[in-house]
């Protein structure tokens, strides 16, 4: 059978089209963030959109290490964005990533019964990741929609992402002490 014409090469042409798609999607989640002044939220979210492009490349170069092209390949993966506003944006996100790991698990199940056991790890190795994309969305959706992203139950320490200032407390600072910019530049404390 030509590597082409087998499901799991169509299924890493989706996943090549999902994870560009991811990129671009959260980028524009980042630049919504940052516009209203939420830093280091922008910033987390940057480092999201990095890994999704990074895992459009791994899956890019796959494709054509298995092929050897690219020709005729339909790449839509149907991930609209959904949402003009962060909170929206990162449920959206939440929900996108959560359906690609189900996705990639079943791309991984398909790829091990046409016998390309490589292809198959790299899908489950992906999903590993966008399951942590899921969790960390699912967790700045829900403080921020709480108002609870730069609250604690217990004192930690927070860290003004633009001149190191640390504070310990509840609630993060309004306004640096030091350098006085905004709540949004403190570093996020997310989920491990």
Do not use: W
């Not at 987390?44 to 796959?62: G, L």
Request: proline fraction near 2%; aromatic fraction near 12%; charge should be negative.
């Amino acid at each position: 059978m030509e590597f082409d014409k087998t499901q799991t090469f169509i299924n890493l042409a989706r996943s090549f089209a999902g994870e560009s798609q991811a990129g671009l999607r959260y980028q524009f989640i980042a630049q919504l963030a940052m516009k209203q002044g939420y830093k280091t939220l922008s910033d987390e979210i940057k480092y999201i959109a990095h890994n999704e492009t990074a895992h459009a490349k791994i899956i890019f170069d796959t494709i054509i290490e298995k092929n050897g092209n690219t020709d005729n390949v339909d790449i839509s993966a149907g991930y609209p964005f959904e949402g003009d506003t962060i909170e929206n944006g990162l449920l959206a996100a939440a929900n996108a990533e959560l359906t690609e790991v189900k996705i990639y698990r079943e791309f991984s199940e398909t790829a091990m019964k046409e016998g390309f056991k490589d292809v198959a790890e790299l899908f489950l190795r992906i999903a590993d990741v966008e399951n942590h994309h899921e969790t960390v969305f699912r967790y700045l959706y829900d403080n921020f929609k709480n108002g609870t992203l730069f609250t604690s139950d217990k004192p930690i320490v927070y860290e003004c992402g633009n001149c190191g200032f640390k504070f310990t407390a509840k609630e993060a600072f309004n306004v640096c002490p030091l350098c006085k910019v905004s709540q949004g530049f403190v570093k996020l404390k997310l989920p491990e």
